[in-house]
């Protein structure tokens, strides 16, 4: 298990995201196994710190979606990346719910949220969505695109996470760094747009649901 340094952990940015920002704070969250810590590692562009510990034969976590894992983050996932000039802080936080104690320090400060899904198994995410709402922090959804995993239209994602017009959703391989950028990306503009208030109804523009992904084949 990998534990950050203390001196390597940067304090949570404090300002809201506007012009002249220098550094932004996002959160990841999901349920376990979802893909938060291959994400961080897919973009970040410093070597990841994460906090995985080995599954042990008492282990709770429902793997039969994932049955290749074998560990799981206990703290957090942490990388670094740079982003039209903004320094943006990316941390992953564990999934399960014996871990939601945790869940406020790690968000404190964050401009925005990344909810990460798998079509698979919707209802696991349901927990989270309820939780970044009533933190009433911006966020988006991600749908990591497993191989096997049935594609949906928008709208029902959409209907099935009870999410407003407002909440972009986004079509991502967790693997791919140029994918995941892309999504960051869509965070920020929608924390900018949701901060300046001037967030408006959701168009096909917005919604990066493209019927035509294929994610990579996992190994």
């Given at each position: ?140 959804v991600a749908v990591n695109q497993f191989p096997g995993a049935r594609t949906y239209p928008v709208a029902d994602l959409r209907e099935a996470l009870a999410l407003g017009p407002e909440v972009p959703i986004v079509d991502i ?47």
């Amino acid at each position: 298990m990998t534990v950050l340094p203390a001196a390597a952990h940067p304090p949570a940015p404090r300002s809201r995201p506007g012009p002249g920002l220098s550094s932004l704070k996002i959160v990841l969250t999901g349920p376990f196994g979802v893909g938060k810590t291959t994400l961080v590692g897919a973009v970040s562009e410093i070597a990841p710190v994460t906090t995985e510990a080995r599954l042990s034969a008492a282990a709770v976590e429902d793997t039969t979606h994932v049955p290749a894992k074998t560990t799981t983050t206990v703290a957090m996932d942490f990388g670094r990346l740079s982003v039209d000039g903004v320094t943006v802080y990316v941390y992953g936080m564990p999934g399960q719910d014996r871990f939601w104690f945790m869940w406020d320090a790690l968000t404190l400060g964050a401009a925005g949220v990344i909810v990460v899904a798998d079509t698979r198994r919707l209802a696991d995410s349901f927990r989270h969505v309820d939780y970044v709402e009533h933190a009433r922090l911006p966020f988006v959804v991600a749908v990591n695109q497993f191989p096997g995993a049935r594609t949906y239209p928008v709208a029902d994602l959409r209907e099935a996470l009870a999410l407003g017009p407002e909440v972009p959703i986004v079509d991502i391989d967790a693997r791919d760094r140029d994918c995941v950028r892309r999504l960051l990306i869509a965070l920020i503009e929608h924390t900018l747009r949701t901060r300046s208030g001037i967030l408006a109804p959701h168009t096909a523009a917005v919604d990066q649901h493209d019927p035509t992904f294929q994610p990579k084949e996992h190994p």
